[in-house]
């Protein structure tokens, strides 16, 4: 009986197992759960291992139990009505109707409504007596909108996990979380005793002791950020500043370098924008070892002649002109040298079908600026290239 | 409905539905229960409750970053028992029993004990990221074997199981999907009105509704990096009261503000907005 709720949640993306599914079976056969607010609880303890989907949980017990959910556009309009209503005070009335009733006569009413409504005992709208809208003082409801007194049947509705969705914004911390899967160990630090190999050692010796020492585990990889810098990248200077700074705090790098460019690099790599100190792509590749691991940040997007053409724009307004290669075979050339890149967009998804973003996420595997595009392009990196 | 033992708060312990839910969940289910939230949201705090409410024994295994799980279960002093073959004259053991050189660990005393115990991992994600793993089978079936009898130890009761983490680290799927999951929200205006009666209940009115206040105007500076916990704010409230701080005072400065920031970026932070006149209330 409670398979929509599993449908429901895996059309959420929460993949429950088959597993975590009958422990649920379990404890609601075990009288674990009495009533909605139980299940609610007890559900999301047992189905849900992160609070990062508790907000997929939110929408998906609320598809599947309460009601509270909207098309879209109804919503909107009812929550401006309700956003800007005045309280008003009203007698408590108990509505003695079962839940399906109470839902079934709400999408009616709503049908019949044709405009805002504030007061009254019988249209959507806020105060009143009516069982539907919000802050009234109905004791069974349904409400539409967050904050007035809570309804234990509403709760889900509220979506106040939203923002511990990992798929959306993140801070420094969760992308130093996921960079720092990014180590490699190998055993290069100062000599330590081994104990192991001591044990092996004096065994084989009969007995006498004999000490054994290894060299202590140490991260070599060398992390380089080359960082898309001006324009349309502007709004996303928040973004990539928190980058930068997780970078430079994750312990245990061999190096973190930063490089700059605006669209696209073309010849050169800048240190920083503000004195035009720069060094020629070619000296830089001269200097990457197998160890080095390449994270692009840009939004890729830019007129294709910038791309595909021997002109590109740089950050001062003008036009420099390069011989030679254009910027999408500088790109190329990068990746030949570092096949260990990744290129991360802070554009949503949707806006990747642009001709210089597909060329580019063509050249170098690209992901989407947030945690879990972070955690993709970092088990990308791992990879052996 | 069967019945087991249900966890109902204590008396310093302020829990909400949700937690109390997952709580019992894991009790009934026999289940470890995985609490996670920002640090000083009471997660250890929340093992020490449900062994005083339920009258059993604590057992804690404080996890480390050099924290291996074989040393949760047992350790074999090999080198001791080599050094005491070469010197059995001193070893006052018997060297040919391997049981003198094996030691339980945190879990395997948890194993063994007469009663039911509550055993508290605290910090998992403290550790290697492989440890989890390790553990699998034995939170899973709780049990364990060593090789060196040549023996199983079984759980005789299963332990009331409460892990806490940071979520510092990612812990691995296959290790959530056997815990029941407890995410603890840091506690509102209410609730931290309910803790700090609990816990404290002697203290003026007045100067804890005004701590209270500028500890909330704290937690809103998003600048901050380390925002004030629980803990601290009880921590403060003691120092308060103890130095006979006037409420008044609370609002336009800030004593022992030590107390509640502890690095020194943060408060200069502070003192920078305090003199571009923002406050922090």
Redesign the interface.
């Known amino acids: 009986m409670f398979d929509l709720l599993l449908f429901n949640l895996r059309s959420q993306s929460v993949k429950v197992?088959v597993?975590?599914w009958l422990?649920f079976l379990?404890?609601i056969k075990?009288?674990?759960v009495v009533d909605l607010?139980?299940l609610y609880?007890?559900g999301?303890?047992?189905l849900?291992?992160?609070?990062s989907q508790?907000d997929a949980w939110d929408l998906a017990f609320d598809a599947t139990f309460a009601g509270v959910e909207l098309p879209p556009e109804l919503s909107e309009a009812l929550l401006s009505w309700l956003a800007d209503a005045e309280r008003t005070e009203g007698e408590q009335v108990d509505v003695d109707l079962d839940f399906d009733e109470l839902r079934r006569q709400f999408y009616e009413r709503l049908k019949e409504q044709k405009e805002r409504h504030d007061g009254g005992n019988h249209w959507v709208g806020t105060g009143g007596t009516s069982p539907y809208g919000n802050s009234g003082r109905a004791s069974r409801g349904i409400r539409v909108g967050p904050g007035g007194q809570r309804s234990a049947l509403a709760v889900a509705g509220e979506r106040r996990w939203a923002n511990?969705r990992t798929d959306g914004q993140l801070d420094v911390r969760d992308f130093q979380?996921a960079l720092?899967a990014l180590r490699k160990l190998t055993r290069e630090g100062p000599e330590e005793i081994d104990?192991d190999a001591t044990?092996d050692a004096?065994?084989n010796n009969g007995?006498d002791i004999d000490l054994a020492f290894s060299r202590a585990k140490q991260n070599r990889v060398h992390l380089v950020l080359l960082l898309d810098t001006g324009g349309s990248m502007d709004p996303h200077a928040r973004l990539v500043t928190q980058l930068f700074t997780a970078a430079q705090e994750v312990k245990g790098f061999k190096s973190v370098t930063t490089w700059h460019f605006h669209n696209v690099p073309y010849g050169f790599l800048y240190e920083d924008f503000a004195n035009r100190r720069r060094r020629s792509i070619e000296d830089i590749l001269g200097e990457m070892s197998p160890s080095h691991r390449l994270i692009w940040v840009g939004d890729a997007s830019m007129a294709p002649w910038e791309l595909f053409g021997q002109h590109h724009a740089n950050p001062w307004g003008t036009r420099d002109q390069a011989p030679g290669l254009s910027g999408v075979q500088w790109l190329k050339r990068i990746r030949e040298q570092c096949p260990a890149s990744v290129w991360l967009n802070p554009d949503p998804v949707r806006f990747w079908a642009h001709p210089t973003v597909s060329a580019i996420g063509g050249i170098f595997p690209m992901f989407p600026l947030h945690v879990d595009g972070i955690?993709d392009a970092v088990t990308a990196l791992r990879a052996p290239v | 409905m069967t019945s087991f033992d249900r966890f109902l708060g204590a008396d310093k312990y302020i829990a909400d539905d949700a937690l109390l839910a997952s709580v019992n969940a894991a009790i009934a289910l026999e289940r470890p229960l995985l609490v996670r939230g920002e640090p000083g949201t009471g997660k250890t705090m929340l093992a020490r409750a449900i062994a005083e409410t339920l009258g059993k024994r604590l057992v804690g295994w404080h996890v480390k970053s050099t924290t291996s799980a074989t040393e949760g279960l047992y350790s074999y002093d090999v080198v001791q028992r080599l050094n005491d073959s070469r010197f059995p004259e001193d070893a006052g053991r018997d060297v040919s029993d391997i049981r003198a050189y094996i030691k339980m660990g945190v879990l395997g005393q948890a194993f063994q004990a007469d009663e039911q115990v509550v055993l508290l991992i605290d910090e998992i994600d403290k550790a290697d990221i492989e440890f989890p793993n390790d553990l699998l089978r034995e939170l899973d079936e709780m049990a364990f074997s060593i090789p060196e009898l040549d023996e199983t130890i079984t759980a005789r009761h299963r332990p009331i199981t409460i892990i806490t983490s940071n979520a510092e680290k990612e812990l691995p799927t296959a290790f959530l999907r056997r815990c029941v999951f407890h995410y603890i929200e840091f506690p509102d205006r209410e609730r931290i009105q309910k803790i700090v009666d609990a816990h404290l209940p002697d203290l003026n009115k007045e100067l804890v509704e005004a701590a209270i206040l500028r500890f909330y105007g704290l937690r809103k500076v998003d600048a901050l990096k380390k925002k004030p916990s629980t803990s601290e704010l009880l921590d403060w409230l003691v120092v308060l009261s103890r130095a006979g701080v006037d409420p008044e005072d609370i609002a336009s400065r800030m004593p022992f503000i030590g107390t509640l920031i502890k690095r020194e970026k943060d408060l200069e932070i502070l003192a920078q907005r305090a003199k571009h006149g923002f406050g922090v209330s």
């Open positions: 197992g597993g975590e422990v379990e404890g075990k009288g674990l607010a139980g609880h007890f999301r303890a047992i849900v291992q992160s609070e508790f511990y979380v720092r104990i044990i004096t065994a007995g955690r």
